[in-house]
């Protein structure tokens, strides 16, 4: 059975940096063609993929976060992390972790429950 | 501006025929990449509806299908249900800068 949960602070300072964590189980990021993901969803908008990270230690970005995104994992812990620096109000939403299928099919096909967070001073 | 289209709202009667369109384009869904939707009910997360186009993954009704033609493709719903009013969202693959997930704006279906 497979399962995803994020966790991370639900209130954030303008400036700070947000880490967020997503633990996982069901499944390893050591087996090949394995990936996760990081999607969010600002309140009554809608969903913005934000990174990715392969079984094989690839990483990708969205174009317009890239620079402010850092993505990692430990498969010893079954955690995939996401670091947000230098966070803003617009930063403010839920925070979805996903697994992406493995097989020919490039789609998200579990989700966590999502995590919201608040950029406010 | 989301790189999909998609309307913001679609309204239907019960046991009615919906269409909810995703307009892409060369460096996404014309581009040949497969596009995937995902039902969205208030307060919960996104759930995989179809992938690969017209796939459907276990439990989902055959009431949904997907098709993909171009650059467009669209999430059919037949007999429409109360239960089907939530956000449905597009996702491809984009090319145009790096290789990325895209999803679209999102549409609203109201079951009236």
Redesign the interface.
């Given at each position: 059975q497979v399962t995803l949960r994020e966790s991370g602070p639900a209130l954030v300072k303008p400036t700070q940096t947000l880490t967020l964590t997503c633990i996982f189980s069901g499944f390893s990021l050591n087996t090949s063609g394995m990936s996760v993901?990081w999607?969010r969803q600002p309140p009554g908008k809608?969903?913005?993929?934000l990174a990715?990270i392969d079984w094989d230690d690839d990483k990708?970005?969205?174009?317009s976060l890239e620079t402010r995104l850092t993505i990692s994992k430990d498969t010893s812990k079954n955690q995939v992390v996401l670091t947000m620096t230098n966070v803003d109000p617009v930063d403010t939403g839920t925070y979805?972790c996903a697994r992406i299928?493995p097989g020919?099919?490039?789609?998200?096909?579990y989700?966590?429950?999502?995590t919201l967070v608040t950029v406010s001073s | 501006q989301?790189v999909l289209t998609q309307p913001p709202s679609v309204s239907g009667a019960p046991g009615q025929r919906v269409t909810l369109p995703c307009t892409g384009s060369s460096s996404n869904i014309g581009a040949g990449?497969?596009v995937?939707w995902?039902q969205?009910r208030p307060g919960?997360?996104?759930?995989?509806l179809i992938?690969?186009n017209t796939?459907r993954?276990s439990g989902v009704p055959d009431r949904f299908s997907g098709s993909k033609s171009g650059t467009s493709a669209s999430l059919a719903i037949t007999g429409l249900q109360a239960e089907d009013e939530a956000d449905y969202?597009c996702?491809s693959?984009d090319n145009s800068?790096?290789?990325?997930?895209?999803?679209?704006?999102?549409t609203k279906l109201t079951v009236l």
């Open positions: 993901g999607i809608a969903l913005e993929w990715l990708y970005y969205s174009t979805y299928a020919d099919y490039d789609h998200f096909d989700w966590g429950q999502g | 989301s990449y497969d995937h995902y969205q919960t997360a996104p759930k995989v992938y690969g796939k993954p969202y996702q693959y800068l790096s290789v990325s997930r895209v999803f679209g704006g999102g």
